[in-house]
């Protein structure tokens, strides 16, 4: 079975300043995808970044960055030059590559940004 | 914003009723997912249709079912509602065939309240 664990409920961060939530994932298969999403209080998953299992490098979107550490098994996300508006809820994600239960996210409990100004 | 709506955006509804949940995918998108998320978790795998099909479900009873149109816009219905029904539920569209990839884009979700 698939799990994810996001040990931070809630980070606070200062306006301009970078932030990094931890994500952390258990799975025993070869091929897998990680996914950030952001909630707002309005309720919509919004996509940030996404990261493939045989990717070599760690993906990047613009101010959202994953670290991603294959033999630790953890997919953090960095977001640099924090905004007012990235105040939200981030859910960390798992999908499996193929077989049984590849159609579905696993979703993390989350954590809630705070952005300082 | 996504391109995926969903209706009615409120909903309240008294235990032991029945409700209809509607969703429009992405264009291009052939995949719907639903999604069960209770205040303060994680959103939590309901079912996903693919070509009008139930291609996977999560744990749920049976009184959650759904359906897929040809136009790949989705229905999702909740039976015998339960106090513990009340949840945002976010419908996901997706594209099949990019394995690990697929990536799946969510509407701004139905709030249903149950009494």
């Known amino acids: 079975a698939q799990k994810i664990t996001q040990t931070q409920p809630g980070m606070f961060v200062q306006e301009k300043e970078a932030v990094t939530l931890d994500c952390t994932y258990d799975t025993s298969d070869p091929s897998y995808g990680l996914f950030w999403y952001k909630q707002p209080s309005s309720g919509e998953m919004i996509f940030l970044i996404y990261q493939g299992s045989y990717d070599q490098q760690n993906a990047t979107e613009g101010r959202y960055s994953l670290n991603f550490q294959k033999a630790r098994k953890s997919a953090n996300l960095v977001i640099s030059a924090s905004q007012l508006g990235d105040s939200a809820m981030y859910f960390c994600a798992m999908r499996r590559g193929i077989g049984a239960g590849s159609y579905q996210l696993t979703f993390g409990k989350g954590t809630k940004l705070s952005v300082i100004p | 914003e996504t391109g995926v709506t969903q209706s009615p955006t409120h909903l309240i509804k008294t235990r032991g009723q029945q409700v209809t949940l509607r969703c429009s995918s992405q264009?291009?998108?052939?995949?719907v997912s639903w999604y069960q998320q209770a205040l303060g978790q994680g959103p939590q795998f309901i079912f996903q249709y693919y070509r009008e099909e139930e291609n996977g479900r999560g744990n749920f009873p049976p009184r959650f079912s759904g359906l897929q149109f040809p136009n790949y816009s989705s229905e999702l219905n909740v039976n015998a509602l339960e106090l513990d029904d009340s949840a945002l539920y976010l419908c996901?569209?997706?594209?099949?065939?990019?394995?690990?990839?697929?990536?799946?884009?969510f509407g701004p979700g139905t709030r249903l309240l149950v009494l």
């Open positions: 264009s291009g998108h052939n995949t």
């Open positions: 996901a569209s997706s594209w099949r065939g990019q394995g690990a990839g697929e990536t799946q884009y």
